[in-house]
């Protein structure tokens, strides 16, 4: 089921922006014989307005299938989903359509976004500054490189400036002062009252979340204060001998 | 900014970035109009078709041509980007609006190669009526544009999808038209997406007539892919997105 309601505050006052209850999801097989996965069998999750949340988990945990059903393109077998606002959404791959240019992607998608001719060329002069591709603005996308590329693909997630903001692992492939100068940007959004949702691996990033959520057994488990995912695996295999 | 324009202008260029496409779209059609005539020349005359062999294979060589370069277009615009069409989505495009652009694309691909089939044949053939002619070429390539289409809906892998698209022109082409390999073919091959096509174009060729019955076939053919299409790409596509503002 899916709903877009009016946010509800929070003990604390803020907007929760998106709420995931009691989500299950199991990946099922067409054929007769085939195996079923499931991935999610009750997760719960709430994501407040100017929060940065990391959403960590090992590989296969259900994370990215998480984020799927949150950003809505993703249908799920039960529970619900609540939103409020515009979404952003940076999947871990670069979708984008290869024989575009920057430009050229960044007027289809912000039509999309039903942005106007002035809106999308801002957004996209701030962004590629920003992030620093303004050389690359008439290059086509299967021309760029990686890094580049997946710039874009962010790019293409903020470029409405949305009210929540879902990035899968979007600093793939950046070097070392884009991604610095990627959490800047999430850090001012997140000040601007953006929720951002991040799936992220690296345990140095924590230090930068407001919360973390780990994907673990199909459900999602609020370890914010628990120090590193190592050590919550550890504590893990040391209730179970 | 309107999202329809936005997204023909982007398939178009997509298209035009793809130089296989346009070689395909060029090339192709000479080389099956010729290659299908000279395979048919060789062969005796038909008792119910005054048309020499050769003239006849280069007329089921262009509707052949238009067919299967349709075909694998339609079939190439639904497979090559679904993933980023999915994003599309995403970001507020209806399913609906994205396939709109998508067939608009394809239809207008689709009458510039028959344009190039019309073409090649009216410089060997000289067609009794050459605007009925240009007219059916085009209808045929639509409605394989639009098979291809579905055919990229239900089975999105490149490969097998292209089997299926060259085969079933193939057979179609085959089975559909007057060759005398082909006598004999059961009653359901008038129900094959080439068969009233052919009959049109034969007779524009021809005589430089059409029978009406061909023409609402095609039509109602042509309605019928679109339904499907639509049907199945926007199951494709559904999404549990839609935000409030």
Redesign the interface.
Known sequence: M?M??APTETVDGSKTLVRGNVLEKTYGSRLPLGRSTPVLTGADIEVRAGEIVGIVGENGSGKSTLMK?L??????DAGT?E?????G?C?Q?P??????TVS?TF???????????EE?DAAKQRLADELDFEQYLDY?VDQLSGGNRQKVNLS?ALM?DPDVLMLDEPYTGFDWETYLRFWDMAQDLADDGTAVVMISHLIEERSRLDRVFEVRNGLVHDVTDDETESELRSDREGDDE | MNRFAVGIRSNVRTFLRTPLNVVLALVLPLVVIEGWGQAMAGLPPMPTIEAIPLDLGRVLGAIFGVAIIAGLMGLVQMISAREADRRLVQTGYSPRTLLATRLATLAGVTIVVAGVNFGVLWLTVEPEAPLLVFAFLALAGVVYAFLGALVGAVLPRLFEGSLVVVFLAMMDAFLSGDSPLAADVPDFVQYFPLYHPKELLQSAVFDGTFAAGDLAFVGGYVLVLLVLVTAVFGATMRTSGGWSA
């Not at chain 1, 289809?108 to 001719?117: E, P, T, V």
């Open positions: 899916e877009t309601t059903i950003v809505g393109v993703l249908d799920h989903v939103r409020y606002g515009t979404v959404w999947p791959e979708l984008l359509y290869d024989r575009l050229e007027r289809l998608f912000g039509a999309g976004y039903g942005m106007s001719r999308i086509r293409i409405h």
